[in-house]
């Protein structure tokens, strides 16, 4: 398919092609129509016959040529799968557009500091395990990692420890930078405010801008409520301190804490009963951390 691709790239050989796509022509035809040199056109042919794309007889003195209509089929095919590929309904391009249709309507609403102070964002989810378990992921640092960015991105620095005071540091670069060669996707310093063990956790968060400063302040407080299924889980986020430049993060808010979310739902649906260590005994759910 490159190879394709690749002859179809110059302009003169595509012109070759639709003009092929007429009826077979000879070399001297072809090079009048395209108005171009004879030498230059069987160049471009040869390229064409090796690439799969034309085929060519001799006919006494002439050379003619005519299209392969299969290996443009294939190719009409290919782009195909991928254009179906983009518009899948939900995936990733989807989640692009939402988030672009967001970032345009904060950015127009952000004329002034404190212009999102107030907002506030509530995600609920019936999640499975016991709210001790639950608790460990949403609090113990190697747990935490595993849920605590949107889809597309992966934790790669992360302080937490499940104490009043406790500083956080939440750094994460894109789930496919594997060297960490890429700029860092975003970073956030914050500090926890109220431990309740297995019932709620609250803390402020503040993602950094470029230059380093603070584009707002999140206060997040997580309520647990153990039920017969499992443990049901609500996330309250409010926005205080907004800067202008804060508009970029806050239309990401609600598309990227859903995915985060959700993902944590599928961690512990995977094994919603992972609540011993490696001894077979209970784990310890005092808070903890792993700095």
Do not use: C
């Amino acid at each position: 398919m490159d190879v394709i691709l690749s002859a179809l790239a110059d302009p003169a050989r595509w012109r070759l092609v639709r003009l092929l796509a007429e009826r077979p022509r000879s070399v001297g035809v072809l090079a009048q129509l395209a108005h171009a040199r004879q030498p230059q056109t069987t160049k471009h042919l040869q390229t064409l016959e090796r690439a799969g794309l034309v085929t060519s007889q001799r006919s006494g003195q002439r050379h003619i040529y005519a299209l392969r209509s299969d290996p443009l089929r294939d190719l009409a095919a290919a782009l195909g799968q991928l254009a179906d590929a983009a518009e899948q309904a939900a995936g990733p391009h989807a989640t692009f557009d939402r988030y672009g249709l967001s970032l345009q309507a904060e950015r127009l609403a952000a004329d002034e500091s404190g212009w999102a102070d107030g907002r506030s964002f509530r995600f609920s989810r019936q999640l499975p395990g016991r709210s001790e378990l639950v608790w460990r992921h949403l609090t113990e640092p190697d747990l935490l990692a595993r849920w605590w960015t949107p889809e597309d991105l992966r934790v790669s620095e992360l302080a937490f420890e499940a104490r009043p005071g406790a500083p956080i540091i939440h750094e994460y670069r894109d789930a496919e930078d594997a060297d960490g060669s890429d700029p860092v996707a975003g970073r956030a310093e914050g500090i926890v405010t109220e431990v309740r063990p297995g019932e709620r956790l609250s803390y402020r968060l503040a993602p950094l801008l470029p230059d380093g400063g603070h584009a707002f302040t999140a206060h997040v407080e997580y309520d647990l409520r153990p039920t017969g299924a499992g443990t049901d889980l609500d996330v309250a986020l409010r926005i205080a301190d907004s800067t202008v430049e804060s508009a970029d993060f806050i239309a990401g808010i609600e598309i990227g804490f859903g995915q985060s979310l959700d993902t944590l739902a599928a961690t512990l649906a995977a094994d919603p009963h992972d609540d011993l260590d490696a001894n077979g005994l209970e784990h310890d759910t005092n808070p903890r951390s792993t700095e």
